[in-house]
């Protein structure tokens, strides 16, 4: 197996899956890491009924589990960015439905809370399915469904 191959071919797909777990780019880099040392040294166990990426994004969500065990916190999706001509109260309007409409997507059931968050930071929906080892229309789908039930429970506030 060609590591550097493997690497490249995998890295996108596991960094976004990682990133869309945390939130936080720096930790997503580090765990991303983590991910693929661990699966060079397990690659003996890897059999091969799965995609490659899904193999990994399994570890990194183990690897992302204990380190959120270990600090038994989680790090918030990053705001929405903010134009330099908005008015104060539009800031704070668009602070605080970003902040709620985190907390709503990380009430959904899973897989809809990771989909969306994944969705949220930049994957498509190919490598959705790639990472979650399904297909594109079920994480155009799901992500749908996600995005239904918050603007639902937002509409009832």
Request: proline share 3%.
């Amino acid at each position: 197996m060609n590591l550097e191959r493997f690497y490249r071919e995998n890295y996108h797909i596991v960094f976004g899956y990682l990133l869309s777990l945390c939130g936080n780019p720096a930790l997503a880099e580090d765990l991303t890491s983590e991910t693929f040392l661990k699966a060079i040294t397990k690659i003996g166990s890897y059999d091969g009924r799965v995609k490659p990426s899904t193999w990994l994004c399994a570890i990194g969500k183990n690897l992302y589990l204990n380190e959120r065990k270990r600090f038994s916190r989680h790090v918030p999706l990053d705001s929405v960015a903010i134009a330099e001509d908005d008015t104060m109260e539009e800031r704070i309007n668009e602070k605080d439905t970003a902040k709620r409409i985190e907390q709503l997507s990380r009430k959904l059931e899973e897989p809809k809370n990771q989909v969306f968050a994944m969705r949220l930071n930049g994957l498509s929906f190919r490598e959705i399915g790639e990472a979650l080892g399904r297909t594109e229309n079920w994480a155009r789908v799901t992500f749908f469904r996600a995005k239904n039930e918050i603007l639902a429970e937002l509409e009832g506030e």
